[in-house]
């Protein structure tokens, strides 16, 4: 099974719906993210997590927002989405004590196509 | 804050042949210069990084560069195979402190 998992894969949705993006680990890492994917435009950050009470903007924040629930889950909410949210979205997760591995490797989903019409 | 370029957007190569790939940061504190590679359908996976305290690593094909005072640091590959089609970021932090901030992407194309 994937260590981290992302809900729904692909979803189309309408201009002012609610969209709600998860995003669930078994990794039992701290730190997870959110990036956004756009031709040309590289993986862009709009918020991270590095602990269950920890929210931070990223690069892109505005339009979005987020919810750690619990060590293993994150999710991402447009509340209003619009056309220019239409985008691949990738959640990631890092264990800053290293564990057995790199501190600093993130750790990515398989993704959620999103398209807001 | 950080910034990340990253150049060519697209790489086309013949089977067998290197392919390189160069990044600039802003930031002088940045410490930790990763590169992950997306394959079709996928999420990126790490393939190589490199810290600031080493000018060169190598992993089999792969090998990465840095260049601390020009600020810039590089991806090469050797005797490329068709699956080493895919795209390549690079991007840069503060180890354990800061997120990682990623350049916009290389499409390497390996032509057999």
């Known amino acids: 099974d994937a260590d981290v998992t992302q809900t729904p894969r692909n979803r189309i949705t309408k201009t002012g719906k609610r969209i709600m993006l998860e995003c669930s680990q078994t990794?039992?890492?701290?730190?997870m993210y959110w990036y956004r994917q756009d031709p040309g435009l590289g993986l862009r950050l709009i918020y991270y997590?590095?602990?269950?009470?920890?929210?931070n903007k990223g690069e892109i924040s505005d339009g979005y927002s987020v919810s750690r629930q619990a060590q293993a889950k994150f999710s991402l909410s447009l509340e209003s989405a619009i056309p220019n949210q239409t985008a691949l979205y990738f959640c990631?997760?890092?264990?800053?004590?290293?564990?057995?591995?790199?501190?600093?490797?993130?750790?990515f989903g398989p993704g959620t196509r999103l398209t807001v019409l | 804050g950080e910034n990340v370029e990253q150049h060519p957007s697209t790489l086309s190569v013949q089977e067998g042949d290197s392919a390189v790939i160069k990044c600039t940061y802003s930031d002088s504190a940045s410490n930790y210069f990763p590169w992950y590679k997306q394959e079709l359908g996928k999420g990126p996976q790490l393939i190589i990084d490199i810290r600031s305290n080493v000018g060169e690593k190598k992993d089999q094909r792969i090998a990465v560069t840095l260049n601390k005072t020009a600020k810039h640091f590089s991806l090469h590959i050797t005797e490329t195979q068709p699956e080493d089609s895919a795209v390549y970021f690079c991007?840069?932090?503060?180890?354990?402190?800061?997120?990682?901030?990623f350049g916009k992407g290389t499409r390497l194309s390996v032509i057999a």
């Open positions: 997590s590095f602990d269950v009470k920890d929210i």
């Open positions: 990631a997760t890092s264990d800053p004590s290293g564990g057995t591995g790199n501190p600093d490797t993130q750790y």
């Open positions: 991007a840069a932090s503060i180890s354990g402190n800061t997120p990682l901030v």
């Open positions: 990794k039992g890492h701290d730190r």
